[in-house]
């Protein structure tokens, strides 16, 4: 438990850090600002594997499934790997829900802090309940696994889908009915008064829509990880290191996303591995290095044909 709460506070701390000294005031993201916390995060969290190595070395977490520290590590990196990939589509979603609420973007980086926290949370408990349920049901594998192919065959052959638009989500009308929405806004504060009247401002409509468009997101990425491994620090930790870093990357990203479109490809492929993992876990192992290599390859495939792409476009 000792390893669990300094961990939790770690994270409670760089998050208190980051509002009130780094981003105290509001101000924008800029592409070379996202791009060097992208470059930190992303250096923290294969650092951190590290971590993970010399805990499971010398015993300091429960191991559950008996773990050697060398396997522990790249079962890390591989659900890391596995949850950044999946986050591309999220960065997506995000930039609509952005755009159709029109929140200046000097405002975007409270609202995606404030998601985080949430998503923090709801993770927590997908990942706790996901864990359970493998561990006394072990034949729900085949269900997440079954779920997971089907999502990535649904991915292939699915035409251009209908364009998300948040204020005709169910999210957003649901919330209508319990306040007042408006499409005033003060400064970064989510809700304020007209007429004695308390509404939420457009921050807190999209902060809420963010919120459940992450869990959803979550029903794809949680069972994916669970298919790398059912120890609950590597799957927690792994996610929440992809978590951190996905405002920064959104910051990033966000005015590239169209020259990265073969990256749904890989997403499609790492989506079928893993569920093919989980079906036929009980007759084929494969060894770690195998799933940490094609989830790295699916993706340095994916944007360097993306990349050679775009170059034959201009």
């Known amino acids: 438990m000792i390893v669990w709460i300094c961990f939790l506070l770690a994270i409670l701390l760089f998050l208190a850090l980051d509002l009130g000294v780094f981003n105290k005031t509001p101000h924008e993201i800029s592409s ?4 060097k916390w992208t470059a930190i995060w992303v250096t923290l969290s294969f650092i951190f594997s590290a971590v993970v190595y010399w805990l499971y070395q010398n015993n300091y977490i429960n191991n559950p499934d008996q773990l050697k520290p060398t396997v522990a590590s790249m079962k890390y990196i591989t659900g890391y790997l596995i949850e950044l990939s999946l986050s591309v589509d999220n960065i997506f979603v995000i930039a609509i829900i952005f755009s159709a609420f029109k929140i200046p973007k000097k405002y975007q980086h409270r609202v995606l802090f404030w998601g985080i926290l949430g998503a923090i949370f709801f993770r927590g408990l997908m990942i706790y309940f996901g864990v359970l349920i493998i561990n006394k049901f072990a034949w729900t594998t085949y269900i997440f696994g079954t779920f997971l192919i089907y999502t990535a065959i649904k991915m292939l052959f699915s035409n251009e889908e209908e364009e998300f638009k948040p204020k005709n989500s169910f999210v957003y009308r649901l919330l209508n009915k ?9 400064g970064e504060h989510f809700f304020i008064k007209i007429d004695k009247i308390k509404y939420a401002t457009p921050l807190f409509v999209a902060l809420i829509v963010i919120e459940v468009m992450d869990i ?6 949680v069972p994916a990880i669970l298919a790398i491994t059912s120890d609950p620090f590597l799957v927690f930790s792994s996610n929440i290191f992809a978590i951190l870093g ?6 990033f990203l966000a005015n590239m996303l169209e020259k990265f479109s073969y990256l749904e490809y890989s997403l499609i ?4 591995f893993v ?3 989980m079906l036929i876990h009980d007759w084929v192992k ?3 290095w195998v799933s940490l290599t094609f989830i790295a390859l699916s993706l340095i495939t994916g944007i360097i044909i993306s990349l050679r792409s775009n170059k034959k476009k201009t």
């Open 275 to 277: 569920g093919l993992k």
């Open 286 to 288: 494969f060894p770690e």
């Open 269 to 272: 492929a790492i989506l079928f």
């Open 178 to 186: 319990f306040t007042p929405i408006t499409n005033k806004m003060d």
């Open 246 to 251: 996905l405002r920064s990357m959104y910051f």
């Open 216 to 221: 959803i997101f979550a029903l794809d990425s």
């Open 32 to 35: 070379k600002e996202a791009g």
